[in-house]
């Protein structure tokens, strides 16, 4: 069975202090790991895909990285605006039509001024 | 681009009522699909759909139905209410088969008592 971990479930950073969050996986034949953001009340916003191995993506403060068991996403100096829950979702075959996406619980990641 | 809307924001039901979740999308995406997002658990897969015409279950499809009859539009039924259904509803969206990005509305809160 398909499973996504992530860690810390909360993290409470001082603005400026970088860290990263991870998201552990265990899955058959991975298509896609991916990032996304969620603010109360809201839906998930999409931040990156990463693929294989080996890629990087970067947006602003945010460096998400993948390994064959896992991915990070580094924040460096990061601002109260980047408080949010932090999702990762990963993309297995199956499910009929390629459509299996699997969630993990996310990160509550609370960034103090 | 308004991206992918649902409607209502906010609904109570009592035990046994039924109503329909809207969810539209203007991004003319093939792949939709419907999750439910609980306190303590990762987002999960209800019912999704590849294209008009065509749908399938997802993880926790028992008491929900839909269909899909426009590219734009994939509402989800609640037959018969229960307060377990009682929980946040997101709809998503993504272009189709080998495009793994998918793209959320803002969001259902539902309360069954």
């Known amino acids: 069975e398909d499973q996504v971990t992530q860690s810390p479930e909360a993290l409470r950073l001082q603005e400026g202090e970088s860290s990263s969050l991870n998201c552990s996986y265990t899955?058959?034949?991975?298509?896609?790991l991916f990032w996304y953001r969620q603010d109360p009340g809201k839906g998930p916003e999409f931040l990156f895909t990463?693929?294989?191995a080996g890629e990087e993506k970067e947006k602003e403060r945010l460096k998400a990285t993948l390994t064959k068991k896992e991915s990070f996403l580094h924040i460096t100096a990061p601002k109260p605006e980047d408080s949010a829950t932090y999702l990762c979702a990963v993309q297995a075959p199956g499910g009929g039509s390629n459509y299996k996406l699997t969630f993990g619980k996310g990160t509550l990641l609370t960034v103090n001024p | 681009n308004a991206g992918v809307t649902q409607t209502p924001k906010f609904q109570v039901l009592k035990t046994g009522q039924s109503m329909t979740l809207q969810c539209a999308q203007d991004?003319?995406?093939?792949?939709m699909s419907w999750y439910r997002q609980d306190p303590g658990m990762g987002l999960r897969l209800i019912h999704y759909?590849?294209?008009?015409?065509?749908?399938d279950q997802g993880e926790v499809p028992n008491g929900y139905n839909v269909s899909r009859s426009t590219t734009e539009d994939f509402p989800l039924r609640l037959l018969s209410a229960a307060p377990s259904q009682t929980s946040v509803y997101f709809c998503?969206?993504?272009?189709?088969?080998?495009?793994?990005?998918?793209?959320f509305g803002p969001g259902t809160r539902l309360t069954v008592t």
């Open positions: 759909s590849v294209g008009a015409g065509i749908t």
């Open positions: 998503a969206s993504r272009r189709g088969r080998n495009s793994y990005e998918q793209y």
């Open positions: 899955v058959s034949g991975l298509r896609g």
């Open positions: 990463l693929y294989s």
């Open positions: 991004m003319n995406h093939e792949y």
